[in-house]
């Protein structure tokens, strides 16, 4: 028996509160099943106090939902309690989840506390570290250090590791349910720093071993729990060549691999929110891909056409049935052959 319940869980009204407004151009098409869903922009200027009483008067009839951007961790948390305490069911991040979210010292403490093996620190061999900001996102203010860094008091020092980057993403219902979604490749690690999201990025059937598969989804778990995450977070991994995954980050938001596992896994994630899409048995769901999903950097129109397996934002994503056919589709929206490299990351 499948472990959700496809595709009409009991209705429900959900009402998604999304800080990044970008998220409006994709989300809304995977709520498959019996929920309604409607969508709502939080500006990211309002305080918590302005966000809960905007969020009280516009969704009160059912389950609330927080999508954070990595700016508004700590407004949504604060929100978030303030809109529970009127006995509205609410996602949101927690408390917990906002401070580590922003802190990559205090995540690393924690994860480590949870027994979950991270990328090593400064001065614990290797002479090539990555210099980060404590509170940054998407790369910003990440710098190359040959030797033993010096730091600033924002700033945190890793090891550089050769490997692949993967990133999967996990669901934390409610009553504790979790649920990951097939891993997201997004190639080795480069000496120049390109982020992953400046990088093709591949979620497809069969692309990874099922045992590293199985430990990604693991370590996954562990990790947003420990993080205090609820409804989605993303964990993001390096696995070094000796196949011992080391963890890099968590997210504790709905993060950028998010879509592009979701068009793989041809899941009704959005339900997932009202926890009647699980099965009575089921505790946890490890969704697999069913279809391939192929994504890159993208500068053009916006694209929304989920009947062709086909988005774009800022990166513009393909699904196929083969990883084959959909680098070919994308090849094809942006006008290039299939032969042509540019712009890929082998």
């Not at 969508?39 to 609330?64: H, M, N, Q």
């Not at 480590?112 to 980060?132: F, L, M, N, Q, Y």
Request: glycine share 10%; aromatic share 6%; charged share 20%.
């Amino acid at each position: 028996m499948s472990p959700l319940n496809r595709p009409d869980p009991s209705p429900g009204t959900v009402t998604h509160f999304c800080s990044a407004a970008s998220l409006m151009e994709w989300l809304p098409a995977f709520g498959a099943g019996g929920a309604e869903h409607r969508f709502r922009v939080l500006p990211p200027s309002l305080d918590a106090a302005a966000t809960a009483r905007r969020v009280l008067c516009d969704g009160p009839d059912g389950t609330i939902v927080f999508h954070s951007a990595h700016e508004t961790l700590k407004r949504d948390a604060r929100a978030a309690e303030l809109v529970g305490a009127t006995g509205v069911p609410v996602f949101g991040p927690s408390p917990r989840a906002a401070r580590l979210g922003r802190d990559k010292v205090l995540l690393r403490r924690a994860l480590s506390e949870a027994r979950i093996r991270t990328t090593p620190g400064a001065g614990s061999g290797g002479d090539t570290h990555v210099v980060k900001l404590r509170g940054g996102t998407q790369g910003q203010g990440t710098r190359l250090v040959h030797g033993l860094p010096e730091l600033s008091a924002d700033e945190y020092a890793e090891r550089f590791v050769v490997g692949d980057e993967y990133s999967v993403n996990t669901f934390v219902s409610a009553a504790g349910r979790t649920v990951t979604l097939p891993p997201v490749w997004k190639g080795v690690t480069q000496f120049d720093l390109l982020p992953p999201y400046r990088r093709r990025r591949v979620c497809a059937p069969g692309r990874l071993p099922a045992g590293l598969d199985a430990t990604l989804r693991a370590i996954a778990v562990r990790a947003a729990l420990a993080v205090g995450g609820t409804g989605f977070s993303e964990t993001e991994f390096v696995v070094p060549a000796d196949g011992r995954p080391m963890v890099l980050e968590v997210n504790p938001r709905i993060s950028g691999t998010l879509r592009i596992s979701a068009m793989a896994a041809q899941a009704p994630l959005l339900d997932l929110f009202t926890d009647a899409v699980f099965t009575d048995a089921a505790t946890s769901a490890d969704l697999d891909a069913v279809r391939a999903a192929v994504e890159e950097p993208y500068d053009g129109a916006p694209i929304h056409d989920p009947g062709r397996g086909v988005f774009a934002t800022s990166r513009i994503t393909v699904a196929g049935d083969t990883e084959h056919d959909a680098a070919a589709r994308l090849d094809s929206l942006l006008g290039r052959s299939p032969t042509d490299t540019r712009s890929r990351v082998a």
